[in-house]
């Protein structure tokens, strides 16, 4: 991780963003606060931040608000902070365009352990292989930018990568937990449908939002497997 990683967290509550700031900030991160939606969609549209932590309650504009139109101009990657238990705000957080969520109350170490996972993988170009393509799909590393027969595929930082560990693994099952340790750098847990809802925002991306069929085949209760040209990707 480089010392230059800046990190924008928005929460209204004042001691907890004081308390990440403490922590996090020896650990090499470059800390920034606010505690409204509407300041943190202003900070995080500038540019100057590499991650955002956001939390879904707050006045003025809610998290889930502030995701939404974040993303109609920006990838930058958003990890969100939910209420325990709160199943409905992390699924959508995730279709909305988070990266990952972390429910609250949550560890500090586990915290910068999930920025740096997603930070590390969103810098990582693959040695040697600055490129990747399978059929009319193409992805550029140094880039970040995904085509397919002409059409540029706007991804997040984790459905690039998500594409990624299976594009490189076309022909062969990739299971959860592969996917989910290479993505999130984590195993899920059994409850947590992260991998499945980012994977659902892939396949609609590359296929269903511009008229192509999916290339992905979901492999039932293992994986997911990217099919070679001329296999059939139905389930």
């Known amino acids: 991780m480089s010392p230059m990683d800046r990190v924008l967290v928005v929460d209204d509550d004042v001691e907890l963003c004081g308390l990440i700031r403490e922590y996090l900030e020896p650990q090499g991160f470059d800390v920034e606060v606010v505690h409204d939606g509407e300041a943190g969609l202003a900070r995080a549209q500038t540019g100057d931040p590499n991650i955002v932590v956001l939390d879904i309650m707050m006045p003025k504009m809610n998290g889930l608000d502030m995701l939404r139109q974040l993303r109609t101009t920006s990838p930058i990657?958003?990890?969100l902070l939910t209420a325990r238990g709160s199943d409905v705000d992390r699924i959508l957080g995730l279709e909305l365009g988070a990266d990952d969520y972390l429910p609250k109350p949550f560890n500090a170490?586990?915290?910068s352990a999930r920025l740096r996972a997603i930070l590390?993988?969103?810098g990582a170009v693959p040695q040697n292989q600055p490129r990747v393509k399978v059929g009319d799909v193409e992805l550029d590393f140094?880039?970040?930018t995904v085509?397919?027969?002409g059409h540029s595929i706007e991804l997040t930082a984790v459905e690039f990568n998500m594409l990624a560990c299976l594009m490189k693994a076309a022909g062969r099952v990739v299971t959860r937990d592969e996917l989910s340790k290479e993505v999130l750098g984590r195993i899920p847990s059994p409850f947590d449908r992260s991998i499945e809802v980012h994977v659902?925002?892939?396949r609609k991306k590359l296929s269903t939002e511009i008229g192509l069929g999916d290339p992905i085949k979901t492999v039932r209760g293992v994986g997911y497997i990217y099919t070679l040209p001329g296999e059939?990707?139905?389930e």
């Open 147 to 149: 085509t397919r027969s």
């Open 200 to 202: 659902s925002k892939v």
């Open 109 to 111: 170490r586990e915290l």
């Open 232 to 234: 059939d990707a139905s």
């Open 142 to 144: 140094p880039r970040r």
């Open 77 to 79: 990657p958003v990890l």
């Open 120 to 122: 590390r993988r969103m």
